[in-house]
């Protein structure tokens, strides 16, 4: 800086004036008020030049020098003003918090009733040696009646009649025995298996049936299988999924593809089998079983002859229906969510 030049203040005043406009936050102000006024500042070093001046500019120079310090102030106050200002405004804009808002809880994703009651057959027959196994829900003919039992006149065909597909040779499958009928096929005892799976019965919906639902079957086959056996299995699996105080209740019942057939319920665990409004008899039903038929055993390709076996299927809708306290099955597959979340 050259004393004494008025320009010089002018020039030092307009790139002080452009600086302090392109400055967009405080610390930029804060440097620019250092360097232009601070002790080593251009303007300090104006006024410490006056001394060498002559004596009758002094005056003049010095006031100018004043008044360039007195306009840079302002323009630095002013321009931090502004600076302060916009950051607030972006801030109210960008980083407003509601402070009133109370947030709902978390609410995470959990598994449908049926998966969770699906997992938890899955994991009690695995603790019996059982393996899953799986098969095709559209079915011939031959694997979901022919293998069972079931010939074309046989009445069971009525009952479980389905939706068939292609000039009556193909349908949705009606249980999931063919899954089994398919495993004896292709493995030699011993033989664990439960077959879990959707289902499809021509059936009119109402509050226990539809036309879709699950099931799971069990099958064991080896040497000297005998009804104890699947009389011990299922006792096992209702304490394992309903509770250790429940009974089982075996009666007789009827199934082409099972010899002797029979029916299976647990006690009510609302009224430990003295009989209430939601079971009525102090039983539920929860399965259909039996000794495999020697018949089903040689259409799996099975010597009758060295091994016998039990089966019983169970509907996973019914098992969930009972253990959840759920008093409509069609509530399984129509993903309501308000009824899916309390699970
Ligand atoms: C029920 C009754 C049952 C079976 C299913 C079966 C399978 C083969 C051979 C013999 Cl490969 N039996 N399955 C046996 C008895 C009953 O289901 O009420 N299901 C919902």
Known sequence: MQQGKGENFDDLLSSARERIAAATDEAALERLRVELLGKKGAVTAALRGLGALPPQERAPMGARANALKVQIESLLTERLTTVQEQRLESLAADEWADITFVPSLERRGHLHPLTLILREVKAIFSRLGYEVAVGPQVEDVFHNFEALNIPAEHPARETMD????????LLLRTHTSPVQIRFMEGHKPPIRIIAPGTVY????????????????EALCVDRDIRLSDLKGTIEYFARSLFGPERKIRIIGDHF????????AAVSCGICAGSGCRSCKNGWLEIMGAGMVHPQVLRNGGIDPEVYSGFAFGAGLDRLAMLKYNVADLRLFLEND???LRQF
Not at 207 to 215: E, L
Request: glycine fraction near 6%; charged fraction near 20%; aromatic fraction near 18%.
């Open 162 to 169: 389905s939706f068939y597909i292609q000039d009556n040779s």
């Open 256 to 263: 082409p593809f099972t010899e002797p057939s029979i029916g």
């Open 201 to 216: 019965r021509r059936d009119a919906t109402d509050p226990a049936h539809g036309s879709q639902f699950n099931q799971f």
């Open 337 to 339: 969510v308000r009824f």
